[in-house]
């Protein structure tokens, strides 16, 4: 083991910059579930010589890889490539392990989110009658003012498909029928088969609202 002067004249033991914590050896860690790699990280950046520093708490600029690794050492944090193809490429001063516990909340919370979305479905002929029609708009509407999405189609049964431009004008009467309640995700409708479909998402300002009832108890 090397030895260095020590200020009181003595010896002491030269740091081993083989042993680093155990902690920022397992920051190294940086692969996701599948096992691919996401970030490089600290020591793993290699092959540049500088590089553009971002973050909290640091001095915006273009640093050598060694400053850079320094500066985030000093603050116990990691360095890490956020943007490898940028010349130079751009690193930031920051919690990892944080960062990835972060990434992995919001991607369970969106998928959490995509599981709730429910489609009702909707289904007219090619000549259904008003009364008919009044009844299907009066549940599509409720189902918007819920949260749901509507799934809108007009079946085609046998050679009834010839008679296609009723189906565009049905579905064209209903979207204004909805236009308070809901808008169609993309216009025209799609014709997948015998049937042509249009999909409603709620407006944001049609959700439902107490009766008049409710209301004034609520005020009370």
Do not use: W
């Not at 050896?25 to 971002?54: A, F, P, Y």
């Not at 189609?153 to 050679?159: A, I, L, M, Q």
């Not at 995700?185 to 407006?203: H, T």
């Amino acid at each position: 083991m090397a030895f260095t002067p020590h200020g009181n004249g003595g010896y002491r033991p030269k740091p081993n910059p083989a042993s680093r914590p155990q902690q920022r050896d397992q920051r190294n860690n940086n692969t996701n579930s599948n096992g691919k790699d996401q970030h490089r990280i600290n020591e793993q950046i290699r092959g540049v010589k500088e590089v553009r520093l971002v973050g909290d708490n640091v001095e915006m600029g273009i640093y050598s890889i060694q400053d850079a690794l320094r500066i985030a050492e000093e603050q116990e944090l990691d360095l890490v490539e956020i943007s490898p193809t940028a010349a130079p490429p751009v690193c930031k001063v920051m919690d990892y392990q944080k960062f990835c516990y972060q990434q992995r909340k919001k991607a369970k919370e969106a998928k959490a989110n995509a599981a709730k979305v429910v489609v009702k479905e909707i289904r007219f002929g090619p000549q259904t009658d008003d009364h008919d029609y009044e009844f299907k708009l009066r549940h599509a509407k409720e189902f918007l003012q819920e949260g749901s999405k509507v799934k809108a189609y007009v079946f085609f049964k046998g050679r009834a498909i010839l008679f296609k431009e009723q189906g565009e004008v049905l579905l064209a009467r209903f979207t204004q029928d909805l236009e308070e309640f809901g808008k169609p995700d993309s216009y025209p409708p799609v014709l997948e088969g015998k049937r042509m479909i249009l999909m409603f998402s709620p407006k944001a300002n049609s959700a439902k609202k107490p009766s008049k009832p409710e209301a004034a108890k609520s005020e009370e």
